[in-house]
């Protein structure tokens, strides 16, 4: 009976840890069938001030208020360098997609469970947003998780044989293909940099027309990252709470 309840302990143990790392997580027909779950409220940030004396202007990456910034990450425990590229790339995609309505807390949330905002592994991001290490998912090679032969030659992560989930946002090298986007304006869409991450899951959330505001919308959004009510729901909490902390939602 001890040596049950043990092995019942580890496999608990197992499947959080493989959950914590899910947008390659492989999905099993009729499994955690999709359920619609009403949207987190949606969290806005202060804006820094331009010149001009106006928040936003074209051509400028919206960037969030210093002070603001300093206060939320204290408030939050994201680090601020993730707190500012998700603060960008929500007001970045809004201004693109202004029917999509995404709140930076919803990316925030995403990069909570997909990498912990670039520090898995005991990583962090330098100044300019890079992730110390190469944030590198499992083989997708069939065990475990779903079978994805390689697509990229290994040049994202190292493996020409298998693809992996790669960066601070976890991108397939396929999806990276299609939706991968320049946040930092240096003529480069680099999957381990965290304002092109961010931006890029903004992008990719906010596609297909989606409104973020609405249940539909946003259950549909994060559904289409990943498809899992688990992870859906996590995703949920993660931005409910960052918007209660701050005090800042709409």
Avoid at 102 to 125: D, F, K, P, R
Wanted: glycine share 10%.
């Amino acid at each position: 009976m001890l040596r049950l309840k043990r092995l019942m302990i580890f496999s608990l143990f197992a499947v959080s840890l493989i959950t914590a790392f899910s947008f390659w997580a492989i999905r099993e027909p009729g499994a955690d069938a999709r359920g619609t779950l009403s949207a987190p409220p949606r969290a806005v940030a202060q804006l820094e001030m331009l010149s001009s004396g106006i928040t936003t202007a074209v051509n400028v990456t919206p960037s969030p208020d210093a002070q603001w910034l300093n206060r939320a990450a204290a408030q939050t425990g994201i680090p601020a360098r993730a707190l500012r590229a998700y603060v960008s790339a929500a007001a970045t995609a809004t201004d693109s997609a202004p029917t999509c309505g995404i709140g930076w807390n919803t990316v925030a949330a995403v990069g909570s469970v997909e990498s912990a905002h670039g520090t898995y592994g005991g990583g962090s991001l330098n100044a300019a947003g890079q992730a110390s290490g190469p944030i590198v998912g499992p083989s997708l090679n069939g065990v475990g998780f779903a079978a994805i032969a390689d697509t990229d030659a290994g040049t994202l992560d190292g493996d020409s044989r298998w693809d992996h989930a790669v960066g601070p946002m976890q991108f397939i090298p396929t999806t990276w293909q299609l939706v991968g986007r320049d946040g930092n304006g240096d003529g480069t869409a680099d999957p381990f940099n965290i304002d092109d991450a961010a931006l890029s899951a903004a992008t990719y959330l906010c596609a297909n027309g989606r409104d973020l505001a609405t249940a539909q919308g946003w259950t549909d959004a994060v559904y289409s990252y990943n498809q899992s009510d688990p992870y859906i729901r996590q995703v949920r909490a993660q931005a409910t709470a960052y918007a209660v902390k701050t005090g800042t939602a709409e």
